[in-house]
């Protein structure tokens, strides 16, 4: 399986933006679908994004759609979110997921980061 690192979370107004980054390494097995899911307390894990091996093609949850962006760096394995006007409802645990389908459903990814910390203030 591959190790999934994520950065760019921290504290933020609402109505601010953030970059959250997620590189894969290790056993990626070749091309891998790559996504974003996030985790609020007492809330189950929900779909934020998701992006193909070669970026042709991209998934974006209801809540977050024209707001934030998932995007893929020049390498293969590197994947951004960009979060815009942001709101105190996406304050959450945001994780980085990796896997052979590109997906909005959590158990189709194989590989999971450690998660990363993004807090809205109102």
């Known amino acids: 399986q591959a190790q999934l690192v994520e950065s760019g979370g921290g504290l933020v107004q609402a109505g601010g933006s953030l970059r959250l980054s997620c590189t894969a390494s290790g056993r990626t097995g070749g091309r891998l679908a790559m996504g974003w899911f996030r985790q609020a307390p007492g809330k189950e894990r929900e779909f934020v994004a998701a992006i193909s091996w070669s970026g042709s093609t991209a998934y974006h949850g209801d809540s977050v759609k024209g707001r934030f962006s998932i995007s893929r760096g020049n390498g293969e394995n590197t994947v951004y979110l960009q979060m815009n006007s942001l709101k105190p409802e996406d304050t959450a645990v945001y994780y980085c997921?990796?896997?052979?389908?590109?997906?909005?459903?959590?158990?189709?990814?194989?590989?999971w980061g450690q998660g990363t910390q993004v807090t809205v203030s109102s």
């Open positions: 997921a990796a896997g052979a389908v590109t997906a909005t459903r959590a158990n189709t990814y194989t590989s």
